[in-house]
């Protein structure tokens, strides 16, 4: 197992602890739901819902998957290079060359057909879409976390406001029983005649009753809204790091899709330089050897000619629609890299430095 293999498998661990770790603070979120829908305190699932723990590891896992993407980025670069050692001639074959120079063309030739370099470009395109696949996974993962608590959150926003809106009415009914209970005491202060004093104090008394009642009631409205209100700040952030997780995500895959779009370009480029080179090669001695060769020969190779020159003008004319995608495919590959390198700075500096454990 290569070490890129081993940080995939690495990389499908940590992913799957962060949906495990996301999926249990979504789930101390709706515990602490349905106490509160039972009257029961909350408090402790509250603090106890930290994110802490899930953006250390969701940090440490798009890290690695970070590293992972530029790893494939090396690898595409890397092609250039197999390509420029495909199209020279090796040191045996310049040998043989000496001797035999269509030996040598043959051996080279025939390493160019057999060359592996379609093989790394598919298997660089499969471990793209391994992590793509994770990536998406995680996304979808987020988006279903993120729909729960905001499902949650909405009925709580909407119990908070009717919740307040008692509260408000029972304080403003409070606060028009002021007058009256300081209108009752004060003519009880000054009521002379002992029996409408007794009745004013039993009214007072009543009046009393019920305002102590509404107290009580206001109490109860304040703190079931500051619960509701911790909830909702809990939900909030949560919604707020979900969704930012998600953004993270998009990001990350918007970068390995467009990449794997301009390894295509790549390749196809690549493809296309090292045949026309080959060919030039071959044009080459067809033009050393034309001399030589017979009237025959010469017709033979003027309909090769000719037939080339047909194809030449088809390549050329689909050229300009090649050069359109490529160049359509690098814009969107330099968009997706400055995202990339916006939100993974850390993580590129270090790879362009090769200062890990610094």
Do not use: C
Not at 35 to 61: P, W, Y
Not at 213 to 225: G, I, T
Not at 303 to 308: D, K, L, P, Q, V
Not at 325 to 349: G, T
């Amino acid at each position: 197992m290569t070490d890129f293999d081993s940080q995939i498998r690495e990389s499908q661990g940590q992913v799957a602890e962060a949906q495990s770790k996301i999926a249990e603070l979504t789930s101390r979120i709706e515990i602490a739901r349905q106490k509160m829908a039972q009257g029961e305190d909350i408090a402790v699932d509250i603090e106890n819902a930290t994110l802490e723990d899930v953006h250390a590891h969701t940090e440490a896992m798009n890290a690695n998957i970070a590293e992972l993407i530029m790893g494939l980025d090396d690898v595409t670069a890397g092609f250039s290079k197999d390509f420029d050692e495909m199209r020279s001639k090796t040191g045996w074959e310049s040998v043989v060359g000496v001797f035999a120079r269509g030996k040598a063309e043959q051996m080279r030739q025939e390493r160019i057909r057999t060359a592996s370099i379609d093989d790394k470009l598919q298997d660089l395109i499969a471990k793209s879409d391994t992590i793509t696949a994770l990536l998406e996974g995680q996304l979808g993962v987020l988006t279903e976390q993120k729909d729960k608590v905001e499902g949650n959150l909405q009925t709580t926003l909407e119990e908070r406001e009717a919740v307040v809106a008692e509260l408000e009415t029972v304080r403003d009914t409070i606060q028009k029983m002021d007058p009256e209970i300081i209108t009752l005491e004060n003519r009880i202060a000054v009521e002379q005649d002992a029996g409408e004093r007794t009745k004013l104090e039993t009214e007072l008394a009543e009046i009393n009753t019920r305002y102590n009642a509404l107290v009580r009631d206001e109490q109860v409205n304040l703190a079931r809204s500051q619960t509701l209100e911790r909830y909702i700040e809990k939900g909030k952030t949560w919604i707020d790091s979900l969704q930012n997780q998600a953004a993270t995500q998009m990001v990350l895959i918007n970068k390995l899709k467009t990449d794997t779009k301009q390894r295509v370009v790549l390749y196809d480029a690549l493809t296309k330089s090292l045949k026309t080179a080959q060919q030039q090669d071959v044009a080459h001695r067809i033009n050393e050897i034309g001399v030589k060769t017979d009237q025959e020969a010469q017709s033979a190779m003027a309909a090769i000619g000719s037939a080339t020159n047909a194809r030449m003008a088809d390549m050329l004319e689909a050229h300009e629609d090649h050069m359109v995608f490529a160049r359509e495919v690098l814009e969107q590959k330099a968009k997706a890299d400055e995202r990339f390198v916006r939100r993974f700075q850390k993580i590129v500096e270090k790879h362009d430095s090769n200062r890990y454990g610094a």
